[in-house]
């Protein structure tokens, strides 16, 4: 496993919910990641933001790593949840919110 690898996979071993995105949380850099970030701050969970656009090998390395081509990606307790299209419809059925409770992450909920 490359630095970049242990890097990313530490990075989600570590943090219950990490979001690899274009920007940062406070300051998203493309509309996909814009709407994952208005999603997670919705349902009121902590997250990480990695931004992508800071360093070319981590915004490959995250693709090779999920085997998905797009980002954002959110991973949730170590798992590939998605990407924008898919946290979408989960939130929209009520899934997203399930999910993370099943996994114990603590959500505010709507304020």
């Known amino acids: 496993m490359s630095g970049v690898q ?12 990490v979001l690899f995105m274009k920007g940062t949380p406070q300051f ?3 509309g996909f990641s814009g709407q994952v970030v208005q ?15 800071a360093d070319q090998e ?7 790593y999920s085997n998905w081509p797009t980002i954002p990606q959110l991973y949730v307790k170590g798992e590939f949840v998605g990407g924008c299209d ?5 939130f929209q059925a009520g899934e997203l919110q399930s999910h993370l ?6 959500t505010r909920g709507a304020a």
Not at 9 to 16: A, G, L, R, V
Not at 101 to 106: D, M, Q, Y
């Open 86 to 90: 898919i946290v979408r419809e989960m």
């Open 39 to 53: 999603i997670l701050d919705y349902v009121g969970v902590d997250y990480k933001g990695i931004n992508v656009l």
């Open 58 to 64: 981590i915004r490959q390395g995250i693709k090779d």
């Open 28 to 30: 998203p850099q493309c």
């Open 101 to 106: 409770e099943e996994k114990g992450i603590t």
């Open 6 to 17: 242990e890097f990313i996979d530490n990075e989600i071993k570590t943090n219950d919910v």
